[in-house]
Protein backbone atom coordinates (compact mmCIF):
# COMPACT_ATOMS: atom_id res chain seq x y z
CA UNK A 1 0.00 0.00 0.00
CA UNK A 2 1.66 3.58 -1.02
CA UNK A 3 1.67 6.01 2.00
CA UNK A 4 1.67 9.98 1.92
CA UNK A 5 3.14 12.27 4.56
CA UNK A 6 2.34 15.73 4.62
CA UNK A 7 4.28 16.98 8.19
CA UNK A 8 3.78 20.53 8.05
CA UNK A 9 -0.17 21.24 9.49
CA UNK A 10 0.09 24.55 8.81
CA UNK A 11 2.46 27.03 6.93
CA UNK A 12 2.53 31.13 6.75
CA UNK A 13 4.27 33.39 4.09
CA UNK A 14 4.15 36.93 3.24
CA UNK A 15 2.64 38.18 0.11
CA UNK A 16 5.17 38.35 -2.62
CA UNK A 17 7.52 36.27 -0.94
CA UNK A 18 8.17 32.09 -1.94
CA UNK A 19 7.34 29.08 0.00
CA UNK A 20 7.95 25.93 0.06
CA UNK A 21 5.62 22.74 1.08
CA UNK A 22 6.72 19.37 1.70
CA UNK A 23 5.81 16.04 1.35
CA UNK A 24 7.34 12.53 1.16
CA UNK A 25 5.59 9.51 0.29
CA UNK A 26 6.39 5.50 0.48
CA UNK A 27 5.53 2.76 -2.25
CA UNK A 28 7.46 -0.60 -3.75
CA UNK A 29 5.75 1.23 -6.88
CA UNK A 30 8.72 2.22 -9.58
CA UNK A 31 6.16 3.75 -11.98
CA UNK A 32 3.40 6.41 -10.55
CA UNK A 33 2.18 10.12 -10.72
CA UNK A 34 2.56 12.40 -8.12
CA UNK A 35 0.02 15.60 -8.11
CA UNK A 36 -0.38 18.90 -5.62
CA UNK A 37 -4.37 19.81 -5.06
CA UNK A 38 -5.36 23.25 -3.70
CA UNK A 39 -8.88 23.12 -1.79
CA UNK A 40 -9.95 26.63 -1.32
CA UNK A 41 -12.57 27.64 1.52
CA UNK A 42 -15.03 26.82 -1.40
CA UNK A 43 -13.95 23.04 -1.03
CA UNK A 44 -13.23 22.48 -4.78
CA UNK A 45 -10.38 20.38 -4.83
CA UNK A 46 -8.07 21.80 -7.90
CA UNK A 47 -5.40 20.61 -9.73
CA UNK A 48 -1.90 22.26 -9.35
CA UNK A 49 0.08 20.60 -10.80
CA UNK A 50 1.76 16.67 -11.41
CA UNK A 51 4.23 14.74 -11.86
CA UNK A 52 4.88 11.80 -14.15
CA UNK A 53 7.74 9.71 -11.73
CA UNK A 54 9.53 8.35 -15.13
CA UNK A 55 10.09 12.16 -16.09
CA UNK A 56 13.17 13.30 -14.45
CA UNK A 57 12.37 17.14 -15.34
CA UNK A 58 10.11 18.62 -12.89
CA UNK A 59 7.00 19.98 -13.76
CA UNK A 60 6.71 23.56 -13.75
CA UNK A 61 3.33 25.45 -13.96
CA UNK A 62 3.29 29.48 -14.25
CA UNK A 63 4.35 30.56 -10.22
CA UNK A 64 4.26 26.44 -9.51
CA UNK A 65 7.18 24.04 -9.31
CA UNK A 66 7.92 20.75 -7.71
CA UNK A 67 11.20 19.23 -6.39
CA UNK A 68 11.15 15.62 -7.53
CA UNK A 69 13.34 13.38 -5.96
CA UNK A 70 12.55 9.89 -6.39
CA UNK A 71 15.11 7.90 -4.87
CA UNK A 72 14.51 9.88 -1.54
CA UNK A 73 10.46 9.61 -2.35
CA UNK A 74 10.22 13.10 -1.74
CA UNK A 75 7.47 16.12 -3.40
CA UNK A 76 7.40 19.45 -2.39
CA UNK A 77 5.39 22.22 -4.13
CA UNK A 78 7.38 25.26 -4.93
CA UNK A 79 5.22 28.89 -4.76
CA UNK A 80 6.70 31.75 -6.22
CA UNK A 81 5.43 35.13 -6.18
CA UNK A 82 2.89 33.93 -3.22
CA UNK A 83 -0.52 35.80 -3.63
CA UNK A 84 -3.60 36.60 -1.23
CA UNK A 85 -5.70 33.77 -3.84
CA UNK A 86 -3.14 30.87 -2.69
CA UNK A 87 -4.91 30.91 0.40
CA UNK A 88 -5.92 27.28 0.63
CA UNK A 89 -5.13 23.61 1.67
CA UNK A 90 -2.74 22.04 -0.41
CA UNK A 91 -2.61 18.19 -0.63
CA UNK A 92 -0.15 15.87 -2.12
CA UNK A 93 -1.40 13.03 -3.69
CA UNK A 94 0.16 9.71 -5.04
CA UNK A 95 -1.40 7.48 -8.36
CA UNK A 96 -0.56 4.10 -9.31
CA UNK A 97 0.43 3.73 -13.16
CA UNK A 98 -0.30 0.08 -13.44
CA UNK A 99 -3.65 -1.18 -13.04
CA UNK A 100 -7.12 0.38 -14.46
CA UNK A 101 -8.36 1.94 -11.13
CA UNK A 102 -6.53 5.40 -10.85
CA UNK A 103 -7.53 6.21 -7.41
CA UNK A 104 -5.58 9.10 -5.94
CA UNK A 105 -4.13 8.31 -1.88
CA UNK A 106 -3.89 11.39 0.00
CA UNK A 107 -1.78 13.15 2.31
CA UNK A 108 -2.84 14.89 5.18
CA UNK A 109 -3.01 18.52 3.55
CA UNK A 110 -1.37 21.43 4.76
CA UNK A 111 -3.11 24.84 5.61
CA UNK A 112 -1.44 27.86 3.67
CA UNK A 113 -1.77 31.36 5.39
CA UNK A 114 -0.99 33.65 2.44
CA UNK A 115 -0.51 37.57 4.57
CA UNK A 116 -0.85 40.68 2.80
CA UNK B 1 -17.85 22.96 -20.14
CA UNK B 2 -19.66 22.70 -17.27
CA UNK B 3 -17.99 20.75 -14.55
CA UNK B 4 -18.38 18.35 -12.00
CA UNK B 5 -21.78 18.93 -9.79
CA UNK B 6 -22.98 17.62 -6.70
CA UNK B 7 -25.96 17.86 -4.83
CA UNK B 8 -27.01 18.70 -2.37
CA UNK B 9 -24.27 20.94 -1.44
CA UNK B 10 -25.24 20.78 2.76
CA UNK B 11 -27.32 17.85 4.15
CA UNK B 12 -28.46 17.83 7.46
CA UNK B 13 -29.86 14.18 8.94
CA UNK B 14 -31.10 12.71 12.04
CA UNK B 15 -29.23 9.45 13.13
CA UNK B 16 -30.86 6.07 11.68
CA UNK B 17 -31.50 7.98 8.47
CA UNK B 18 -30.84 7.06 4.89
CA UNK B 19 -29.41 9.63 2.31
CA UNK B 20 -28.45 10.44 -0.86
CA UNK B 21 -25.83 12.27 -2.17
CA UNK B 22 -25.68 12.66 -6.14
CA UNK B 23 -22.55 13.56 -8.41
CA UNK B 24 -22.71 14.56 -11.96
CA UNK B 25 -19.66 13.81 -13.70
CA UNK B 26 -18.33 15.80 -16.92
CA UNK B 27 -19.66 15.26 -19.64
CA UNK B 28 -17.60 12.44 -22.04
CA UNK B 29 -16.48 11.28 -18.31
CA UNK B 30 -16.66 7.55 -18.02
CA UNK B 31 -14.27 7.21 -14.70
CA UNK B 32 -16.05 8.28 -11.76
CA UNK B 33 -14.51 8.27 -7.78
CA UNK B 34 -15.94 8.84 -4.18
CA UNK B 35 -14.03 10.30 -1.81
CA UNK B 36 -15.11 10.98 2.14
CA UNK B 37 -12.88 13.78 3.20
CA UNK B 38 -13.07 14.05 7.39
CA UNK B 39 -11.54 15.95 10.14
CA UNK B 40 -10.14 12.60 11.84
CA UNK B 41 -9.58 10.48 8.55
CA UNK B 42 -8.56 13.01 6.01
CA UNK B 43 -9.29 12.44 2.20
CA UNK B 44 -10.12 8.45 1.83
CA UNK B 45 -11.17 6.80 -1.50
CA UNK B 46 -14.42 5.12 -1.25
CA UNK B 47 -15.40 3.61 -4.95
CA UNK B 48 -14.73 3.70 -8.56
CA UNK B 49 -17.13 2.96 -11.41
CA UNK B 50 -15.93 2.36 -14.83
CA UNK B 51 -18.91 2.92 -16.91
CA UNK B 52 -21.65 1.58 -14.74
CA UNK B 53 -19.42 -1.12 -13.47
CA UNK B 54 -17.85 -0.55 -9.88
CA UNK B 55 -14.44 -2.56 -10.33
CA UNK B 56 -13.25 -1.25 -6.44
CA UNK B 57 -15.71 -0.89 -3.86
CA UNK B 58 -12.77 -1.68 -0.96
CA UNK B 59 -12.93 1.81 0.32
CA UNK B 60 -16.38 1.75 1.38
CA UNK B 61 -16.41 1.69 5.09
CA UNK B 62 -19.16 -0.74 5.70
CA UNK B 63 -22.17 -2.55 4.12
CA UNK B 64 -24.41 0.52 5.16
CA UNK B 65 -22.58 2.18 2.27
CA UNK B 66 -23.23 1.51 -1.53
CA UNK B 67 -23.57 3.24 -4.56
CA UNK B 68 -24.58 2.99 -8.45
CA UNK B 69 -23.85 4.79 -11.52
CA UNK B 70 -26.51 4.89 -14.81
CA UNK B 71 -26.41 5.50 -17.93
CA UNK B 72 -22.29 5.86 -17.80
CA UNK B 73 -23.42 9.12 -16.32
CA UNK B 74 -24.98 10.40 -13.09
CA UNK B 75 -24.05 8.31 -9.74
CA UNK B 76 -25.79 8.15 -6.17
CA UNK B 77 -23.83 7.24 -3.04
CA UNK B 78 -26.31 6.07 -0.71
CA UNK B 79 -26.31 5.55 3.00
CA UNK B 80 -28.30 3.70 5.01
CA UNK B 81 -29.20 3.88 8.81
CA UNK B 82 -26.81 6.67 9.09
CA UNK B 83 -24.30 7.32 11.93
CA UNK B 84 -22.48 10.23 13.28
CA UNK B 85 -19.28 8.87 12.37
CA UNK B 86 -20.54 9.09 8.92
CA UNK B 87 -20.92 12.82 8.89
CA UNK B 88 -17.69 13.70 6.51
CA UNK B 89 -17.32 16.00 3.46
CA UNK B 90 -18.23 13.50 0.05
CA UNK B 91 -16.28 14.55 -2.71
CA UNK B 92 -16.69 13.21 -6.38
CA UNK B 93 -14.05 13.09 -9.34
CA UNK B 94 -14.51 12.40 -12.71
CA UNK B 95 -11.96 11.65 -15.63
CA UNK B 96 -11.84 10.62 -19.17
CA UNK B 97 -10.63 7.41 -18.73
CA UNK B 98 -9.80 5.71 -15.57
CA UNK B 99 -6.03 5.07 -17.20
CA UNK B 100 -3.33 5.65 -15.42
CA UNK B 101 -2.53 9.55 -14.66
CA UNK B 102 -5.34 10.75 -16.08
CA UNK B 103 -6.38 14.14 -14.53
CA UNK B 104 -9.43 14.01 -11.72
CA UNK B 105 -11.35 16.82 -11.96
CA UNK B 106 -13.17 17.73 -8.75
CA UNK B 107 -16.90 18.68 -7.89
CA UNK B 108 -17.59 21.23 -4.66
CA UNK B 109 -18.34 18.02 -2.06
CA UNK B 110 -21.54 17.34 0.06
CA UNK B 111 -21.24 17.92 3.61
CA UNK B 112 -22.92 15.76 5.35
CA UNK B 113 -23.99 16.34 9.20
CA UNK B 114 -25.05 13.71 11.26
CA UNK B 115 -27.07 14.91 14.07
Known amino acids: AQTVTQSQPEMSVQEAETVTLSCTYD???????LFWYKQPPSRQMILVIR??????QNATENRFSVNFQKAAKSFSLKISDSQLGDTAMYFC?????????????FGKGITLSVRP | GAGVSQSPSNKVTEKGKDVELRCDPI?????LYWYRQSLGQGLEFLIY????????KSGLPSDRFSAERTGGSVSTLTIQRTQQEDSAVYLC?????????????FGPGTRLTVL
Open chain 2, 49 to 56: FQGNSAPD
Open chain 2, 27 to 31: SGHTA
Open chain 1, 27 to 33: TSENNYY
Open chain 1, 51 to 56: QEAYKQ
Open chain 2, 93 to 105: ASSWRSLQGDTQY
Open chain 1, 93 to 105: AFMKRAGANSKLT
